[in-house]
Structure formats: structure tokens, C-alpha cells
């Protein structure tokens, strides 16, 4: 989660000084519930995520080297400087893609899990989106075919109780996303999404559930998104001392007050594991910076599956 953190709050840093390409969507808040559930996970199994989702693809493996280089265009980012922050997949680490059209994460896992029930493989896939993906049809749709067809599904809803600049209270029509998982006879789960360890239970389960019953679960994770929607969000639709009071939730800081109260993390630790994850980003943001962009001979490639150019 620190390495998350540390890695968002650099990339701020590299937007603000013009040196990244695109839109940027910080996950600051949200480190729990990609890290919960990736801890539950295993290597092999799929993953796909929305627009934000740094997180995701630090936690599911990916080098943060290439990571950072992907949000500055470059040659050696994850998706060859193409994507940019909200267009990165990792076959390697089973990232099936982040994605910035909202609820298109949802149905690229819904066939992920079919394939692998299909090739009778042991894994599972898991999709992120957020509340307002929840409102989308695809949504509906992937949450009715997993049920019907007993697919080994985690969907993952990270509410942080906007989309855009729309809180989940208007655009949503139930108090919780997780009952909806009852119109497909799919459990649906609460969870604090800023409480690491609740949503690694609740995806311990879930995917027990994928891979012994082939059927999928509704994991609502309930957290708050501590930067505006993007960098550059003025931010007038809350107000300044709710982001302050809900701050006072980090999830890191719950974690390490867990540790410390167990006898598991002293201050020493601490500053040790915060300097190495400092040291981490800083080579990344390195790296990044000094990486060439894509040769422009190449623009044409990867638009077609049959390379005809
Ligand atoms: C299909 C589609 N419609 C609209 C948008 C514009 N858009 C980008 S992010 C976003 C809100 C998404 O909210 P949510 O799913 O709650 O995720 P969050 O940004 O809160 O993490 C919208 C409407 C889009 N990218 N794709």
C-alpha cells in the first residue's frame, strides 16, 4: 500500500510538471482494496480495471519502472507509451487490461472467467470498476451470464462514492451496490475498502467460491477517493473539510497502527520500508524520464491483430 501511495503521489508530482501525457486518475484511497484482494488472488488468475487503476496494476506485479514510463509515453511503458495511465495490461502478471471506457473492465473479465472455465483451468477472474460502473449495462449483463453460466467471477466495486463529480446517493437506485448481486442469486458482499484486511477476507472467500463452485460473488468495497477525479479537479462538489474529516480513514495508517498495536512494526521498520519505497519511485520516475518515446515508424503498429503495416 506505501508503495502504491508513494507511487501516486509521484505521478502527481510528474503531471503537474508536464511530463506525463493524458489524463491521470489517482487511486490514493484505494490502496486496500487492490492490495486485499490481490493478496487473495493467485499469480495465474485475471484481472482487468477501470480508468483509476495504478493500484491495480502495481498490486497484481507489474514493474513500476515500466509503469511510470507508460504514464509519460514513453518506449519502454507497459503498453509501448501507447496507453498512457488508463491503457495498460500485462499479460505476463494476468493484467488483462485497465480500461477508460467505464464498465468495459467488467465484461473483459466476465469473459476471462468464462474462458478459464471453458479450458477447465484452475483460476479465477477478477473485475474492478467503480460506483458508477455499477450503473453501466454491462454491469447487468456480465453479473446475469456469470450467474448463469457458474463462471469463477469476482466482481470488485470500489465505491468511492463519486463518479465524476456525481455522488453515489443521486445516480445510484439502492443503499448499497452489493444487494444488486441478489437480482442475479449472486452473494454480495460489504466490505471496508479501507480496511486491508476486510477485503482480503471477503476475497478469500470469493474466490474459495470461484474455484469450488464455480460461481461468482458481488464484493462492494466502501472507501473514498482522497483526490479530486482527476489532476486539475476543482472539486465544488465537497468540501474540503469532508475530505479532511475522511482522510482521518487511511488505510494505511489503520494498518500500521494494527501492526504496532500487535507488535509487528516499530518506528524503525517503518522508516526503513518508507525509504525503500522512496527509493523504488524515485528510480522509476528515473527511468521514466530517460527512456526514449516510441520510434514515430512505428505509430501504425498494434492497430491491426495481423501486423500490415
Ligand atoms: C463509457 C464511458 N462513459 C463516460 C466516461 C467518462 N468518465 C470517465 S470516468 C467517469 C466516472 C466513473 O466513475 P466511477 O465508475 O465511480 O469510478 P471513479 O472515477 O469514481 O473511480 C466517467 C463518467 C467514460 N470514460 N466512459
Redesign the pocket.
Known sequence: MLRIREFELRAEEQTLAGNVVG?V?L?IG?EAVAVGVMKALKSEDYVTG???GHHIVIAKGSDMKNIMAELMGKATGLSGGRGGS?HMADVETGLLGVN?????SIVVATGAAFSAKYLGQDRVAAAF????????GQFHESLNMASILDLPAIYVC???????E?A?SYSTGVDHIAERGSSYRIPGIIVDGLDVLDVYLAAKEARLRAVQESRPTLIEAKTY?FKG??IGDKENYRTKEEVQERMKSDPIFKLKHQLEDAGWLNEEQWNEMKLDVENEVAAAVDFALRSPLPDAATALRHVYSKEVF
Open positions: 489524463g486518475h487511486a484505494h477501470p480508468h483509476r488508463m477508460g471506457i467505464v464498465g468495459a470498476f467503480g460506483d458508477g460502473g455499477a450503473n453501466k470500489e465505491n468511492n462514492e463519486f463518479a465524476v456525481t453515489v477517493r477525479h482527476s
